[in-house]
């Protein structure tokens, strides 16, 4: 308050000098107008003469006061836009002092990164020159080991030729001899084979063998249902394919003067007739046989 007061005295002094000179023209009159005597008690008073005031004393004491008025606000408005100049100038101040803490932090910040990277670089380094001296000691140990592991190789290699040469002979020998025995028993199976076969073509041709299929026939005959196609004189070659248990694992017509229900009827058959008689002889038994359908007309 009292930094205001002495910041706007002139003004002030001013404003009141106005007011106190227009106060006294109303109440004492204008100068140079005569002063009326103040009557005794008890008198009457006389009338007061009026005090002509003109228009341009107001007028003149009115500017005065505008023009006070207009002075003050215009060292307001100059003392705001100084104060607000001040605190744009602190402001800035400040943010300078704010950008220059700033960058000395990231300086402090940016030296210790480069400081931090001199440093690993420097590891690195001397890690790089241990990773090297200890790869050529490993090179050297590893040409020492190389140099001993060929002549290892070497003494090996020679034990190894000679077993080498004794194996070959020695398999040469087991060879000839594999082979000696191989043919004997190659003339032997070979004399088995045919000895079998003989024996199978005398089954074949035997009266037992022709009896297994006529049974056969028969019970694939009582299994057949004749299709109304079928006509007289039919004659089908049947080969069939059995296990041991007799059961009928395939059947198809070989050749067969009838038509294709007939042929379809007679498979039918077959598989209904399973399982087939068993030979007489187990000997005459095949796992593929072939028999002559062929049903009473």
């Known amino acids: 308050m009292l930094g205001f007061l002495r910041e706007h005295a002139p003004a002030l002094a001013l404003a009141g000098l106005m007011h106190a000179a227009l106060i006294a023209a109303l ?146 020998a087991a060879r000839r001899e594999a082979e000696r025995r191989a043919q004997e028993e190659m003339q032997r199976q070979l004399a088995a084979q045919v000895e079998a076969e003989q024996r199978r073509l005398r089954l074949l041709q035997s009266a037992e063998y022709g009896a297994w299929l006529g049974a056969i026939q028969d019970q694939v005959t009582r299994n057949w249902n004749r299709p109304p196609s079928a006509r007289p004189g039919l004659e089908c070659e049947v080969r069939v394919s059995l296990i041991p248990g007799m059961e009928v694992v395939s059947a198809e017509i070989l050749r067969c003067n009838g038509d294709d229900a007939t042929r379809r009827s007679i498979v039918a058959a077959v598989e209904r007739a399973s399982p087939l008689p068993r030979p007489s002889d187990p000997a005459l038994f095949e796992r593929s046989i072939v028999f002559v359908f062929k049903p009473e007309d």
């Open 27 to 172: 109440v004492l009159g204008l100068p140079g107008l005569p002063t009326m005597p103040v009557p005794a008690p008890g008198v009457e008073r006389p009338p007061v003469p009026a005090v002509a005031v003109s228009e341009a004393d107001l007028r003149a004491v009115e500017d005065q006061r505008a023009a006070a008025q207009a002075a003050e606000q215009r060292r307001q408005r100059e003392a705001e836009e100084a104060r607000r100049l001040e605190q744009l100038r602190l402001q800035r101040e400040r943010e300078a002092a704010e950008q220059r803490v700033r960058e000395a932090a990231e300086q402090r910040a940016a030296e210790a990164r480069q400081a931090e990277e001199a440093r690993r670089a420097e590891a690195a380094r001397k890690a790089e020159e241990a990773r090297k001296a200890e790869e050529a000691r490993q090179a050297e140990e590893a040409r020492k080991a190389e140099e001993a592991r060929k002549a290892e190789e070497a003494r090996k290699a020679e034990e190894a030729r000679q077993a080498e040469e004794a194996r070959k002979a020695a398999e040469e």
